[in-house]
């Protein structure tokens, strides 16, 4: 299996396990990993606009890690190696504005779970990192930071909500990261930035410390990176209860058995739909191609179908069932505030109308035919592969799209992501091909509840013949 990062790359695109690896060694020193990362974005985030703010203690801490490795104290997996962090999630003493006017200068006393586990195994805090306000879009743009730019083509969308994480990650400013999932918002951004995402099992890693605290069922958040190793090092950091997310409350892994021969073995699925929308026939060969590789390494893969997905569009029944409890936690967040303080998204979703009782509780049985159709699904098959997004990156404010003939809103881009998080499913985005137009085409691995080791070995196996794991957008 080739190695998916060459030590002869630049620091600023080493993955997180090749810094931490040359950092041990002493190779590399904490101190210059940090100043490089802090150079690339002095140097590219002026266009990008990906970081909004860099962690003033960043240098010292990395040169108190060096001291440590002098020292020969014991050290972390990830120690001297720096991370960035979605602007939703709380970092002490370092600003969290949720991209929103009502939040500017927002300073947490505490750190997320999620961010004080990655400290507590030697990352350095490096920076925030850009979203629409209270991470409610497709596209990274508010009125307190800006728009967000993808480093493949600046008149581009890098997704959202996490999209300013996965445009710092593609550029070389930040090697690994955090990123939130309500819908999308890790998986859409890494595929249109051409990295590589977990969402894992809903609960496996803690939200505790990040907005919304409620309502939280369908949220996730996730480890954001440039090699599938990375995500299992930052799962294996991030997962477990914390005593505070009621939904975090399970130690039990459920994988199929990885082993390098048993891997072989395993039982893939391959579907574009129907039950997802449209999708373009770019992103169908993508599929198609990362399915025949699949099957080229000796896995058992065959094309199939989900009818709970052709029975329910998960689209509709996410929409009908989330927007009850989103509006209410936006009018929590706004209440006394001006209109000029909000942006698109708070603005249209305080204007919807309720869900109508009747449509709610509809919505809830039909999401338990969709979680029961996958479960149904995971009785034969170990892993789902399908497209992340429909189409490539879009240009920036486009709310309409014509996919494979069929023309669409925009929210249809969530059409086989959201399913995920209905049933609460694990999923990895990675890409896998390029458009016409030298665009990233990302795949996506599901695996069945709490099998996250199943769908990052498959995915390992993915990366070790894949033609485009060493491209970036920017030299």
């Not at 190695?3 to 950092?23: G, H, N, V």
């Not at 480890?223 to 939904?247: T, V, Y």
């Not at 709970?308 to 069932?321: G, P, T, Y």
């Not at 001006?338 to 709610?360: G, H, I, N, Q, R």
């Amino acid at each position: 299996m080739k190695t998916q990062i060459s030590k002869t790359d630049p620091i600023y695109y080493q993955d997180a396990s090749s810094l931490a690896e040359l950092i041990r060694s002493r190779e590399l020193s904490p101190v210059e990993v940090v100043k490089a990362h802090l150079e690339r974005i002095e140097a590219l985030n002026p266009d990008i606009n990906a970081i909004v703010t860099v962690a003033g203690n960043a240098l010292q801490v990395a040169k108190d890690a060096e001291a440590a490795i002098m020292r020969g104290d014991k050290i972390g997996p990830l120690h001297g190696v720096p991370f960035t962090v979605k602007d939703s999630i709380d970092t002490a003493n370092v600003l969290t504005q949720r991209g929103s006017p009502i939040f500017k200068g927002r300073t947490p006393e505490q750190d997320a779970t999620s961010v004080a586990r990655m400290k507590s195994a030697g990352g350095i805090l490096l920076a925030k990192t850009n979203l629409p306000e209270f991470s409610y879009w497709i596209e990274s743009d508010n009125l307190l930071s800006g728009r967000s730019n993808n480093p493949w083509d600046l008149s581009r969308t890098p997704g959202g909500s996490s999209g300013g994480e996965s445009a710092a990650i593609a550029a070389g400013m930040s090697p690994l990261g955090l990123g939130t999932d309500l819908a999308i918002s890790v998986r859409g951004p890494a595929a249109q930035t051409g990295i590589v995402s977990l969402k894992a099992s809903h609960g496996s890693v803690p939200m505790t410390g990040i907005w919304p605290r409620e309502p939280r069922r369908f949220w996730h958040v996730g480890p954001m990176a440039r090699s599938i190793r990375d995500l299992k090092l930052a799962f294996s950091i991030l997962s477990g209860p914390d005593g505070h997310d009621a939904f975090a409350s399970s130690t039990v892994r459920c994988d199929a058995d990885t082993s390098d021969s048993a891997a072989r073995k395993l039982r893939i699925g391959w579907m574009v739909g129907p039950g997802f929308g449209p999708v373009d026939p770019e992103v169908v060969n993508t599929v198609k191609a990362a399915a025949d590789a699949l099957k080229n390494l000796g896995l058992s893969v065959e094309q199939v179908n989900i009818p709970a997905l052709e029975r329910d569009f998960a689209l509709d029944v996410f929409n009908k069932l989330h927007v009850m409890e989103m509006k209410e936690a936006f009018r929590i967040a706004t209440a006394g505030r001006s209109e000029d303080e909000l942006y698109k998204m708070a603005k249209t979703m305080l204007s919807l109308p309720d869900t109508s009782m009747k449509d709610y509780i509809e919505a809830e049985q039909a999401a338990e035919r969709i979680r029961d159709g996958f479960a149904e699904y995971f009785q034969k098959y170990d892993v789902l592969l399908t497209h992340v997004l429909p189409i490539p990156a879009h240009e920036h404010g486009v709310s309409e799209f014509v996919i494979d003939g069929q023309q669409v809103d925009a929210t249809y881009l969530q059409g086989a992501t959201v399913p995920l998080n209905i049933a609460g499913l694990p999923g990895i985005a990675m890409r896998f091909g390029t458009s016409k137009e030298g665009l990233p085409i990302a795949v996506q691995l599901v695996g069945s509840w709490l099998a996250e080791s199943t769908i990052l070995n498959v995915a390992s196996l993915l990366e070790s013949v894949s033609q485009v794991n060493n491209l970036h957008p920017i030299a």
